[in-house]
């Protein structure tokens, strides 16, 4: 490894903590998002680090934003990602307000400070040492932070389909990781399921068809369902569950309608299309069945699993940094959760790990913080990932 010329002082992690307090002060909870306004101030901030920006406006509102600074081209560039959106701060009250950015006790609390505006902030005070530093970088580093990633992943697949991944040689997403580096997650398949009946007065159910029934019929098949998989030594298992039910309009009228949502995680090597058609089939199945049995289903979110082989040399320089950063081996996990990795490796055969600063179960939670050493761990971190990377 080259000895690091990079220096980190009280300063740089006051200025993070200050820039990340802002990022929660933008409401960007999806959906709309709303991100082009945290897009704007970011682009800012990269523009007076001194690299290429530009703000890919996206509509309604919604942006993302790209820096890059250039290195001599003697290696392909190295892509860091985040999203700018989150998800609502919920309906139990906060201790401090989700949109404050207050610091007590070492803690910045708010929306998106694990998840993930913490990791933007990583990432913006990373580069912005390197390029104090006077570093002659072998390739470029890309900074990107994407809309939509809570959602349909707009920003990245926009990213994507305009040639954003073409000279990429390697991908580090700042998603909260308990000071872990992660290497794969598992994938995302989220339907709606509705089975169709007949109405008629609750004093009369044989005149009615029940869609609720049905669908009771229906759910406990899938309560048997058994996934066709190859356990990963990394994520393990797929999961199924069974997460919402609507049906049904008054206490004496026959249901009509019913229908539920299903979340399936998925594990590499896993055919979404295949178990869409496993369920197609049970449909039918019960059709043939039970008498006016009628059902269909509905995609609401289809993200492949996704996994970079622990033995890739990015993956092992990745934590050859951690021992030089931190003093102890580590070994590459993965998460249960989908990244907008699930938009870029499907595009391009690339390696990505994922780490962040911020405790990955504090995602999606009230009272949402990340401590200031965990901020400051990984723009450490950061930087000697990238002078590793780049300057070797």
Not at 79 to 94: A, S
Not at 108 to 125: E, F, N, V
Not at 329 to 336: C, F, L, N
Request: glycine share 10%; proline share 4%.
């Amino acid at each position: 490894m080259i000895k690091s010329e990079v220096s980190i002082d009280k300063k740089l992690i006051d200025e993070a903590v200050e820039i990340l307090r802002k990022m929660v002060g933008f409401n960007t909870v999806n959906e709309l998002g709303n991100e082009k306004p945290l897009a704007e101030y970011i682009k800012g901030l990269l523009d007076e680090i001194g690299l290429e920006t530009t703000l890919v406006d996206l509509g309604n509102n919604r942006a993302n934003v790209i820096g890059r600074l250039k290195g001599t081209g003697q290696r392909q560039a190295l892509l860091f990602n985040g999203h700018l959106d989150t998800v609502p701060p919920g309906d139990i009250d906060w201790e401090y307000g989700p949109f404050s950015g207050e610091v007590v006790d070492g803690r910045i609390y708010g929306r998106g400070t694990a998840d993930m505006k913490g990791g933007l902030a990583a990432m913006l005070m990373a580069i912005k040492a390197i390029k104090e530093s006077g570093a002659q970088l072998k390739g470029d580093f890309i900074y990107t932070a994407t809309a939509g990633e809570e959602t349909d992943s707009i920003g990245a697949v926009h990213f994507v389909e305009n040639g954003g991944l073409d000279d990429v040689g390697a991908i580090i997403i700042g998603e909260p990781s308990s000071n872990s580096i992660n290497i794969a997650e598992k994938g995302a398949l989220w339907v709606e399921i509705t089975t169709y009946g007949k109405t008629a007065h609750g004093a009369f159910p044989e005149k009615g068809i029940n869609a609720v029934a049905h669908m009771n019929a229906l759910l406990s098949e899938l309560i048997s369902y058994r996934f066709k998989y190859e356990e990963n030594e990394i994520v393990g298992h797929p999961t199924m569950n069974i997460s919402t039910i609507h049906g049904g309009v008054k206490t004496n009228v026959v249901p009509d309608k019913c229908s539920s949502t299903i979340d399936m995680r998925t594990v590499p090597g896993m055919d979404h299309g295949e178990i869409i058609k496993d369920f197609e089939r049970l449909i039918e199945k019960l059709s043939n069945e039970i008498k006016d049995f009628k059902a269909d289903i509905k995609i609401l979110n289809n993200r492949p699993a996704v996994e970079t082989k622990g033995d890739h040399p990015f993956v092992k320089l990745a934590e050859e940094t951690y021992k030089e950063v931190f003093g102890e081996e580590t070994k590459a996990k993965g998460v249960s959760f989908y990244t907008d990795a699930s938009v870029f490796l499907p595009a391009k055969e690339v390696p990505c790990i994922i780490y962040g600063p911020g405790d990955s179960n504090m995602a999606h939670q009230p009272n949402e913080y990340i401590t200031i050493d965990s901020l400051e761990n990984t723009i450490r971190y950061y930087i000697r990932l990238i002078e590793n990377y780049l300057l070797r």
